[in-house]
């Protein structure tokens, strides 16, 4: 049993995971001001809560896009197992050909998330589209390898971006209006926050098939999955798997420690 830990620019997800099935998950708020004690005892709240004790888990493995948020658990993962994390980075094995001008550039969740389409053996090439503070879309080719993706801004950052810098537009709430053209303020920018993204992310996964002259399976994992997906042109041929970064992740621990 592991702890796989995703530390994003919003939430911390831990998962609770055995044998690459999922026993419990839980979201944090991705506050920089937590301590490693803080941490540490939150880490043990939560395993008991999902029927484990932080004693027996043998190992967990870390992703991270907060660097000032990585240190601190590090430190608190070995205060509440008392066995030091493995950091997705340089020097882990990963099993990723990454076909990129500078690979260490590859954020932590989707190297996993590439890694658990491969470990999936899912059709290639792939679209991974993963909906966090940026929607991130990595490619792999036929080959399996990592050629490089796109990044825009994600759901809540649109939404908030709007909100900021224009006076008039106040911030709403993510849900898709039940039309395109909106009748008041608050619909008009629903509408262009959602079914604007998934415009967008219907006419990059066009474009990325023009380029490699070649139809893409596509999978879609983070936070607005559920609600972007279904108003994407596209939608049927979208896979929504929540589980994917976690499954990456643990893929990797066992790769790391069996070798």
């Known amino acids: 049993m592991i ?8 939430n911390i997800v831990i998962c609770i995971v055995q044998e690459g099935r999922r026993l419990y998950r839980c979201a944090l708020a991705a506050r920089t001001e937590r301590t490693a ?7 043990e ?5 999902g029927g484990a004790e932080a004693g027996n ?5 870390i992703a991270s896009v907060v660097p000032q948020l990585t240190d601190t658990m590090l430190r608190a993962v070995k205060l509440c197992t008392g066995k030091a994390p493995l950091l997705l980075g340089p020097g882990l094995k990963t099993g990723l050909n990454i076909r990129m001008d500078d690979p260490t550039e590859l954020g932590g969740s989707l190297a996993a998330a590439a890694v658990a389409v491969l470990a999936g053996k899912r059709p290639l090439p792939c679209a991974i589209v993963y909906l966090g503070t940026a929607t991130a879309i990595g490619v792999l080719d036929r080959q399996g390898r990592y050629i490089g993706g796109v990044i825009c801004p994600g759901l809540d950052l649109s939404r908030e971006s709007l909100a900021k810098g224009a006076s008039q537009l106040t911030e709403v709430s993510l849900t898709a209006p039940g039309r395109v053209i909106g009748k008041n ?14 415009a967008m992310l219907d006419g990059i996964l066009e474009r990325i098939e023009t380029e490699l002259q070649s139809p893409v399976s596509v999978v879609v994992t983070g936070e607005g999955a559920d609600l972007l997906v279904p108003h994407c042109r596209r939608s049927g041929d979208m896979e929504i798997d929540d589980d994917l970064i976690m499954r990456g992740l643990w893929t990797i621990y066992r790769r790391n420690r069996e070798e």
């Open 3 to 10: 702890l796989t830990i995703e530390i994003g620019n919003r």
């Open 37 to 43: 004690d803080e941490l540490a005892l939150t880490l």
């Open 45 to 49: 709240q939560l395993c008991r809560r």
């Open 57 to 61: 888990v043998s190992g967990t493995i």
């Open 185 to 198: 303020t608050r619909d008009c920018v629903r509408s262009g926050v959602v079914y604007g993204s998934a």
